[in-house]
């Protein structure tokens, strides 16, 4: 199983499941996580969710460019943008607490998933990147989720020059809420996704909506962005 679904207390424990190919996401991964966060949403047994990637290395390296498929390309494309899309606005409008335990790189679309936690607990090896500009495409979707999260100076920064940004560095600009070492990321972040289980959930839900407004409204906009860049020539 590519995508691990494990219900504890309260707590669904995602697991992005291909270590052996960095936890790219698949269509068929998209498109599971998405029904999964849907489901989670509505199901009252479920309280919130953690999500990480297995192995030690890669929390994720975001969509796997490199999936074939029988559709034509430019429909293929579509489809994979399409089931993206869909796991970041599916991410931004759930409403019960979600915590990244990143165990390691978190690249291009596995930055912005995680991006979308409310929390984000890193292994002192990680590093975020979002290297979609140096691929020839523009990293719209970024620039929607980081620009609330981080600001506009360092979202504009790392969209625009694809560098690496470390975990002490991502520490020190409030995007990761705790650093430690690999084998204690996903107990650490239970540890915090338990306690905003502990909120009332109204209240905590009502208040991530308001923060999450605009960058929805900006997802929207990015994801119609790409339709047109596809349009043009582009290959996203």
Do not use: C
Request: aromatic share 6%.
């Amino acid at each position: 199983m590519e995508l691990l679904l494990k219900l504890r207390d309260g707590l669904l424990v995602i697991t992005l499941n291909r270590p052996q190919k960095a936890n790219a996401l698949t269509l068929d991964m998209m498109r599971a996580l998405t029904q999964a966060l849907h489901e989670a949403r509505s199901e009252d047994t479920v309280r919130g969710v953690l999500i990480t990637g297995a192995g030690e290395r890669v929390f994720s390296g975001g969509v796997d460019m490199r999936q074939a498929s029988t559709l034509p390309a430019a429909e293929f494309r579509q489809a994979r943008s399409t089931a993206f899309f869909a796991v970041l606005k599916a991410l931004v409008d759930f409403e019960k607490p979600v915590v990244a335990a990143v165990n390691g790189v978190a690249s291009g679309g596995g930055f912005m998933v995680a991006a979308l936690a409310d929390m984000i607990v890193a292994s002192e090896n990680t590093f975020f990147a979002l290297p979609e500009i140096d691929l020839g495409s523009p990293p719209l979707a970024g620039l929607a989720i980081l620009e609330p999260v981080v600001g506009g100076a360092l979202a504009y920064d790392l969209v625009q020059s694809a560098r690496r940004l470390n975990a002490a560095e991502a520490g020190q600009r409030g995007l990761v809420r705790a650093i430690v070492p690999g084998a204690e990321v996903v107990t650490t972040a239970e540890k915090l996704a338990r306690e905003l289980m502990s909120k009332a959930p109204r209240a905590f839900a009502a208040g991530k909506a308001w923060m999450r407004k605009p960058m929805r409204e900006a997802l929207d906009t990015a994801e119609q962005a790409m339709v047109e860049w596809r349009a043009a020539g582009g290959e996203a």
